[in-house]
């Protein structure tokens, strides 16, 4: 989905660029807010060669981009007075995009509620929108839930960021970036401990070998040679094998 949108996008952006009138720029973007694989349109904010619209009976299409870009079906309806007419195809994706827009924000979207969003009369109508256009091209992934009569979001692709989101969105990261500054620092602080701990296991440790080694050498000192079975020219091998015998048993 990336790379078609991707594709999709330049395609548009040299067509954009290219174009030297009002006109041909309002037909560019109804062609591009029509396409099955573009989702994402804040690339054409910053192109210079739109700006020529703004004087002109076409500055309502680039109202029209900003509602694909930032808005739903709903600001569609609400505003339709003042924008361009929508085709088919731009239903279409005006529609896809609110349903991506809701997924984004919420976790489970109950049928009722995106029945009114998506002006769907029905059950069934509403799932095979979801089903053929969302799910299918890549936008949601979710499960539907007939018992509970609602979308189950799993995963929702991303839309332009608003500029009135802007802050919202730089408070998320900030609220995330400080959050994740603190785990650091708590797990350092395990780190820390648990290497502590391991020095005092080594310690723990050499303590108890040398302590072993110094009762071994006393009992070496301290178990005279008459102690020992005489095995003739053996004592020694004798005296060997029952301190090691002894020894083992520390």
């Known amino acids: 989905m990336e790379q078609m949108q991707s594709q999709a996008m330049e395609h548009f952006v040299i067509k954009t660029i290219s174009s030297f009138s009002a006109n ?42 900003q509602l694909f870009a930032y808005g739903t079906w709903s600001d569609y309806k609400n505003n339709a007075g003042r924008l361009p007419q929508l085709m088919p195809d731009q239903i279409l994706k005006l529609k896809q995009l609110t349903v991506l827009t809701l997924a984004s924000t919420y976790e489970v979207l109950p049928y009722d509620q995106l029945m009114q969003e998506l002006d769907v009369t029905n059950v069934s109508e509403l799932q095979d929108f979801l089903i053929d256009e969302c799910m299918y091209s890549g936008l ?8 509970r009569q609602c979308f189950v979001v799993q995963f929702a692709a991303c839309r332009d960021l608003s500029p009135a989101n802007l802050g919202s969105m730089i408070q998320t990261l900030s609220n995330w970036l400080s959050a994740s500054e603190n785990l650091l620092v708590v ?64």
């Open 140 to 147: 949601v992934r979710g499960k539907l839930d007939h018992l």
């Open 187 to 250: 797990l350092q602080e395990e780190i820390i401990l648990t290497d502590a701990r391991h020095e005092i296991e080594k310690l723990k440790k050499k303590c108890v070998e040398q302590n072993l080694q110094e009762v071994k050498n006393n009992l070496v000192k301290a178990v005279p040679i008459t102690d020992y079975v005489s095995c003739g020219k053996q004592d020694k091998l004798c005296k060997g094998f029952v301190l090691d015998n002894v020894l083992a048993l520390i």
């Open 24 to 65: 041909v720029l309002a037909s560019v973007l109804v062609e591009a807010t029509s396409h099955r694989n573009l989702f994402i349109f804040s690339d054409f904010f910053s192109l210079s060669s739109l700006q020529q619209l703004k004087a002109t009976e076409n500055c309502v299409y680039l109202d029209m981009l």
